[in-house]
């Protein structure tokens, strides 16, 4: 399992993963204002739970550290589909495993026997698309 790291808030930029609630999302916003007579500059983040699509926000200084969460991205092939779950098999180690979180993108297109590329963050995974 990837862990995190810390980064300053000031560098992060729509599109990364950062932490927020331990809760690995997607920044979808980056606000920066100029740093006033008495202060530094600060950040203001919105950003959706990568697993459960959440909104959050955070407010800090450009210099605070946030952490950012480590992304394995794996191939697996789908060997069965139960009500709102997927079993997955990864192509390289042969492990199984279930998984609930699956993208817009692939949702439609997972049957028994297609490859996905999923996404490993913090021992949860997700299935982001069906490869062609």
């Known amino acids: 399992m990837m862990s995190t790291r810390p980064v ?32 530094s500059a600060k ?25 950012v969460p480590g992304i394995e991205k794996r191939s697996g092939q789908v060997l069965s589909m139960m009500n709102d779950t997927v079993q997955i098999m990864d192509l390289e180690t ?18 028994p026997g297609v490859e996905v590329e999923y996404w490993r963050i913090m021992g949860k995974t997700r299935v982001m698309k069906v490869k062609r």
Not at 97 to 111: C, G, L, N, Q, W
């Open 43 to 67: 950040v203001r983040l919105v950003a959706i739970g990568f697993f459960t699509g959440s909104k959050k926000s955070h407010v800090g200084p450009a210099s605070s550290r946030v952490d």
């Open 94 to 111: 042969f492990e199984t495993f279930e998984t609930r979180y699956i993208s817009e993108d692939a949702v439609h297109k997972i049957e």
């Open 8 to 39: 300053e808030l000031g560098s992060i930029k729509e599109g990364s993963f950062v932490l927020l609630d331990s809760e690995p999302c997607r920044v979808v916003e980056v606000e920066k204002s100029k740093p006033g007579k008495h202060g």
